[in-house]
Nanobody
Framework: QVQLVESGGRSVQAGGSLRLSCAASGGAFGSFDMAWHRQAPGKEREFVAAINWSGDTAYYADAVKGRVTISRDNAKSTVYLQINSLKPEDTAIYYC????????????????WGQGTQVIVSS
């Protein structure tokens, strides 16, 4: 059973930076595409970024492009999301998503989800 555990969420001021982490266990991490999604209060969950199994291809939502970097360390079975120039509209629960059978990207949801980590950005 694949388990994903996010961490790194906290309250920050606008303009600051955060690095979120998602540690995976229970599967062959090196074969998984990984993604981050977020859900703001009262809104639907939305795609943020995805990275393929080898780390050489990444996708970003237009809303975060240029401010966000997704990366992975297969030796540590961990995927990261670096968010810079945080805005109040980045406030959301950030979820890690994974799958080994699908190429994750915008509109493609993997089978495995973490429990989420809360990010709050104050102005």
């Amino acid at each position: 059973q694949v388990q994903l555990v996010e961490s790194g969420g906290r309250s920050v001021q606008a303009g600051g930076s955060l690095r979120l982490s998602c540690a995976a266990s229970g599967g062959a991490f090196g074969s998984f595409d990984m993604a981050w999604h977020r859900q703001a209060p009262g809104k639907e969950r939305e795609f943020v970024a995805a990275i393929n199994w080898s780390g050489d291809t990444a996708y970003y939502a237009d809303a975060v492009k240029g401010r966000v970097t997704i990366s992975r360390d297969n030796a540590k079975s961990t995927v990261y999301l670096q968010i810079n120039s945080l805005k109040p509209e980045d406030t959301a629960i950030y979820y890690c998503n994974a799958d080994s059978d699908y190429n994750l990207g915008p509109g493609v949801l993997g089978r495995y989800w973490g429990q989420g980590t809360q990010v709050i950005v104050s102005s």
